[in-house]
């Protein structure tokens, strides 16, 4: 018998081991394995939290700032800050024109969907806007983040509808201008618009001096992007330069007064008026008719706003005759005691001039008393043209006083070169040459100031460094006597006479030139006169544009004005009358 212990030996397992107890043993070493794992990934996330705690702590606890820091940056803007305009004054300091602070209300339409309807609506109570207008500024503007619900309206009203806190709803600080003279002042200030940019006037002619340079800061912002604390000023706003005028606005006042009165009574279309210093040719009124509120501006028309006294031209009719007197005089063209024949017209080419009546034989001051049209266009054509158009240009016709005001008017004087003598007699009495109030009563600075013509100036000054002669002393004082007689009874302006000084002026009616030539029954009354006559110290000019009552001319239309105003104005400068009192008689009279 053969035994296979060998293969038994072989298929015999070695040792004390089943397979099962085998199985067992592979099982426990896995279970070692995830365990430990485990314990890694537990001590590694139990390490984050530990740094992610410190971190924590140190952020909130030991070094908090640094958080502040950076939700400031998140939370920190800078916003504009407006400048504050610079003050229009008069030549005392009285102000013309003044900013004060206000606030605008503007929202973000997307924001504001969220607001309550009671509490938008207590909002447009407070502002006195109707019923729905935000819904539908909403509405219209849903796609923006920025639109105004309410511009410059009053700090109180503004605090009342911060208390509200609305979601949306933000707040500006501007100022609004106020003018305190009102209308009477208008046309010459002029005035600025919702954004504070001078629109007219010498707000806009000096918008760059007047609106200085506008500032920022730094704020920071809550959820809602309201501006909660100021953090610092980046840049400080530099208020726009104060603007010192040559108006005196006492005389302003009294101009605007009787301008008004005069329109009123004559049921003029406009009328215009200047005063000027005849010694240094600052304005001290400059006042027209009909005029308008700077302060509440709704409804009105641009042509309101024009300041005719500046920048309105007229032919100035009989107004320049003592200017040809005086170069004629000058030039030796005429000898002071030379007579002349009216005879009431005189024939120029195929053309006559006339005069209102046949007034004879008159010498120089009865030329002008008269205002004979006959005898001035005797004079000028003795003149040479280019001597005769040399003196109007020196006056200044033509060519703008240079006041500094926007749009002022230049007027209009025709080359000598193309003038026919037909054309120098009507420029003689003030036809064929247009210019403005303020250029005529510049021109009659050349009488005033015995043959010293100055330039204008709507600031206040010293001194006039631009001064230039255009008569001599002698002939200057001898036309400013015949001017004198013009103010007599049998003159053409009695009722211009002052009352306790001396006056001098000349009148002027002139027909107003349409399309088809001049215009019947449709005239310019004028009157440019000085007082106190023996040494001027102002110089008044009034243009009363279509007076439709009855009367029309500058002698009895125009010369009260003057009367009323000089008087008033020369108290007004405490200057000392040198003539007994004697209370002007108005009398109903022509004067041309």
């Not at 800078?78 to 102000?95: E, L």
């Not at 949306?168 to 200030?189: C, M, N, Q, T, W």
């Not at 009574?265 to 008026?273: D, G, I, Q």
């Amino acid at each position: 018998m053969i035994h296979f212990q060998g293969r038994n030996r072989v298929n015999k397992p070695v040792g004390n081991f089943s397979g099962r107890s085998h199985r067992f043993s592979t099982d426990g070493d896995a279970s070692t394995i995830h365990g430990g794992r485990r314990k890694i990934v537990v001590v590694f996330i139990m390490a984050c939290m530990a740094v992610l705690v410190g971190r924590a702590v140190d952020l909130q606890v030991l070094n908090k700032q640094f958080l502040k820091d950076q939700g400031d940056m998140r939370h920190v803007s800078d916003v504009p800050v407006s400048a504050y305009r610079g003050m229009i004054k008069d030549r005392n300091g009285a102000p013309l024109a003044i900013s004060t602070p206000v606030e605008s209300i503007w929202m973000n339409p997307q924001e504001v969907e969220s607001t309550k309807e009671n509490e938008i609506r207590q909002m447009e109570k407070l502002l006195n806007l109707p019923k729905g207008k935000v819904n539908e500024l909403v509405k219209g503007d849903a796609h923006r983040q920025f639109a105004y619900i309410a511009r410059q309206i009053s700090p109180v009203v503004a605090d009342q509808v911060k208390v509200l806190k609305l979601a949306g709803i933000y707040f500006e600080r501007e100022f609004k201008r106020f003018y305190p003279a009102g209308e009477v002042s208008a046309h010459l200030v002029g005035f600025t618009d919702i954004d504070d940019i001078g629109q007219a006037g010498l707000e806009s002619g000096y918008e760059k001096s007047l609106k200085g340079i506008p500032g920022s800061k730094r704020v920071i912002r809550d959820g809602q992007r309201r501006i909660i604390e100021d953090v610092e000023n980046i840049k400080e706003p530099v208020a726009g330069r104060s603007l010192e005028l040559s108006i005196d606005q006492r005389i302003q006042y009294l101009a605007y007064r009787e301008l008004q009165l005069a329109v009123n009574l004559n049921k003029a279309k406009s009328a215009a008026l200047v005063v000027l210093d005849a010694k240094s040719g600052e304005i001290l009124a400059a006042v027209n008719q009909p005029s308008f509120n700077p302060n509440s501006r709704k409804s009105l028309k641009e042509s309101l706003y024009r300041n005719r006294s500046l920048t309105d031209v007229f032919e100035p009719g009989s107004t320049v005759k003592p200017f040809v007197v005086a170069a004629a005089l000058d030039g030796g063209y005429v000898k002071p005691n030379e007579v002349f024949e009216t005879h009431g017209f005189y024939q120029v080419g195929n053309h006559l001039v006339k005069d209102v009546h046949n007034y004879g034989t008159l010498d120089l001051t009865g030329v002008l008393k008269k205002s004979s049209n006959v005898a001035v266009s005797q004079m000028a054509l003795r003149m040479p043209p280019e001597y005769f158009w040399g003196i109007y240009n020196k006056l200044g016709f033509g060519v703008a006083a240079g006041s500094g005001f926007p749009g002022e008017a230049s007027g209009s004087l025709l080359d000598y070169q193309s003038w026919h003598e037909f054309d120098r007699a009507t420029l003689s009495f003030g036809y064929g040459v247009s210019t403005s109030a303020l250029q005529l009563a510049r021109a009659y600075t050349a009488l005033a100031d015995d043959g010293i013509l100055h330039s204008v100036s709507l600031l206040r000054r010293d001194e006039d460094v631009d001064q230039q002669r255009v008569f001599s002393a002698k002939t200057a004082k001898r036309v400013r006597a015949m001017l004198e007689t013009v103010l007599m009874k049998d003159g053409t302006a009695y009722e211009g006479r002052v009352d306790g000084y001396s006056a001098a002026g000349k009148t002027g009616t002139v027909k107003k030139a349409g399309a088809g030539g001049y215009v019947e029954k449709s005239y310019f009354s004028v009157f440019a006169g000085m007082a106190p006559a023996k040494n001027p110290r102002l110089i008044i000019v009034v243009m009363v544009d279509e007076p439709s009552a009855g009367q029309y001319y500058g002698g009895i239309v125009s010369a009260p004005v003057f009367s009323k105003v000089m008087a008033g104005a020369l108290r007004v400068l405490e200057v000392a009358p040198d003539q007994q009192d004697n209370m002007p008689i108005l009398l109903t009279r022509k004067g041309q």
